[in-house]
């Protein structure tokens, strides 16, 4: 049954590679030769924007400054947010080995965006997959612009571009705690190429990419510009600021990396207890501080709906720690600061998707759902999966971005205080609004990236696995990583 499961597995993901690499190298269906079922509304926001506008637009320099403040937040969520809240996770042995993944891969990951990623991601290709139109940033000028979400408005190109490169660092380097002290540099570093090449570009595409609303007068031409969208755009999905692209994206490759390395040596019979508590709070610390940029930046432009994203980010992250610290309080006598900086994550992941819009209540019960769910997540679910997901990437962002990119159907509602959908025909909120609708679709833009980013992450580990091995030898893991993979130590005897 194994055999056959990994066949299957194998078979699936070679098909969607081979995909992949053909969409990016194919005629892309334009919107005089595809006919989508477009409807006269359009998301009011997302984490993305189009490509450049044709419209000679002049960029706001209030916007501009925003947004390159916003792109440095990001950045400060990964180096050293993310860095120190995973070192500090970790045994003292290999806390020097998750800090230089964190490095290295973001690293990675910037010059891979600006040869080939931002392209592919963000260039009106087909519904799957851009084209080469920006490929090592062709064309690019200081004087080049991209649409935002209101009509007229734009920034530079190149600051849309840094500020989706940042996102893009985040999420790779996500993935790494799942399988921390135990995977080959190497072998992670290939893995990431693979990974992001066809799992993270698509997804992006598949979810942000739209050309703007500059061009929008009426149905036929809503019509017109949705069918150049990607393909979970055209269909309305919502997602603010990444709870499918990042969150859900991330959390399901780690977790099958989890389970194609194997666990730890020694898990259950040694203590894998976090080395160093300061540095968990203050990465979480530094998590939160960065995530306004995430959140509130991804609105595109110094607005209302900047200003929305900010407070529901602050809201919903305090009521997941409130949430996390008192059921922990009831469940277990004690509440941790472990808990509490969990609870953090598991509301500013859970907000994400949801951030620009619902309101401020609606944020509220959202960070509250994230943390009470997320304790289940971190240990029921853990234990129903059998996985060594290392520092809980699945049961944070994974069970926090699913839940949040759910809700965020529910709480949009105007009727419970949320924005709704767009109509940039009208230039007004949609009056005709169904949670159930949205649910389903939202619903269906978690399966299909559980199903896609998995499906590419196995296949992506096999040939890491093939190529260097994965996983460092007995040894060398009972050593610890800082000294056999990278020869340095954190903490000098």
């Known amino acids: 049954m194994s055999n056959l499961l990994n066949k299957l597995l194998a078979t699936g993901l070679l098909a969607a590679v081979m995909g992949v690499a053909g969409l990016a190298s194919t005629s892309p269906a334009y919107a005089q030769d595809a006919k989508p079922s477009a409807t006269a509304t ?15 637009i002049v960029p706001n320099k209030g916007d501009t400054a925003w947004m390159l403040v916003c792109t440095a937040l990001v950045l400060l969520m990964t180096l050293p947010g993310l860095a120190l809240f995973y070192g500090g996770l970790t045994r003292s042995k290999n806390v020097l080995s998750i800090l230089m993944q964190c490095l290295v891969v973001f690293s990675l990951i910037v010059v891979l965006w600006s040869i080939y990623g931002y392209s592919l991601a963000f260039t009106e290709g087909n519904a799957f997959i851009g084209k080469f139109d920006r490929l090592f940033l062709a064309g690019m000028t200081p004087e080049g612009v991209a649409a935002t979400f209101s009509k007229g408005v734009a920034i530079p190109e190149y600051v849309f571009m840094v500020f ?28 990431m190429v693979l990974w992001f090449t066809f799992a993270y570009l698509p997804i992006a595409h598949m979810v942000w ?67 160093n508590m300061v540095q968990v709070m203050i990465g979480a610390a530094l998590l939160w501080f960065g995530w306004f940029g ?48 969990s609870g953090c994550v598991a509301g500013l992941v859970g907000i994400t998707p949801a951030a620009g819009f619902v309101g401020p209540m609606g ?45 965020t159907a529910v709480f949009a509602s105007p009727k419970l205080g ?24 939202q619903g269906q833009s978690v399966l299909v990236t559980l199903v896609w980013s998995g499906v590419i992450a196995y296949i992506a580990f096999k040939i890491a696995d093939l190529v260097f091995g994965l996983r460092v030898p007995e040894d060398q893991e009972r050593e610890g990583l800082d000294i056999t993979s990278h020869g340095e130590s954190a903490y000098e005897n």
Not at 42 to 56: G, I, Q, S, Y
Request: charged letters at 10%.
């Open 164 to 191: 989706q490169c940042v996102f893009a660092t985040i999420t790779c380097c996500l993935i790494v705690g799942a399988f921390a002290e135990r995977a080959k540099f190497s072998a992670i570093l290939l893995f």
């Open 363 to 407: 944020a509220l019960a959202i960070g509250a759902a994230a943390g009470l769910l997320c304790i289940w997540g971190v240990s029921g679910l853990k234990k129903l999966l059998g996985s060594d997901d290392s520092l809980d990437v699945f049961g944070i962002h994974g069970v926090a971005g699913i839940l949040g990119a759910l809700l």
């Open 42 to 56: 359009a998301p009011a926001a997302t984490a993305a924007a189009p490509t450049a506008t044709p419209v000679a």
């Open 209 to 275: 990419f739209w050309p703007g609303p500059d061009d929008i007068k009426d149905a036929a031409s809503l019509e017109a510009m949705s069918a150049k969208a990607g393909w979970l755009f055209q269909k309305g999905v919502l997602d603010f600021a990444g709870g499918t692209v990042v969150h859900i994206n991330a959390a399901i490759a780690g977790l099958v990396g989890s389970f194609v390395i194997g666990k730890r040596l020694g898990l259950g019979k040694e203590s894998m207890k976090p080395h």
């Open 418 to 441: 949320g924005s709704g959908v767009y109509d940039y025909v009208t230039n007004a909120a949609a009056p005709d609004y169904s949670i159930v609708d949205q649910f389903l679709i």
């Open 294 to 341: 995430f959140n509130a930046g991804s609105a595109l432009e110094a607005n209302g709906t900047a200003s929305l994203a900010f407070a529901n980010t602050l809201l919903a992250t305090a009521a997941a720690v409130l949430a996390w610290t008192f059921a922990e309080w009831i469940l277990r006598g004690k509440p941790s600061l472990l808990g509490g900086a």
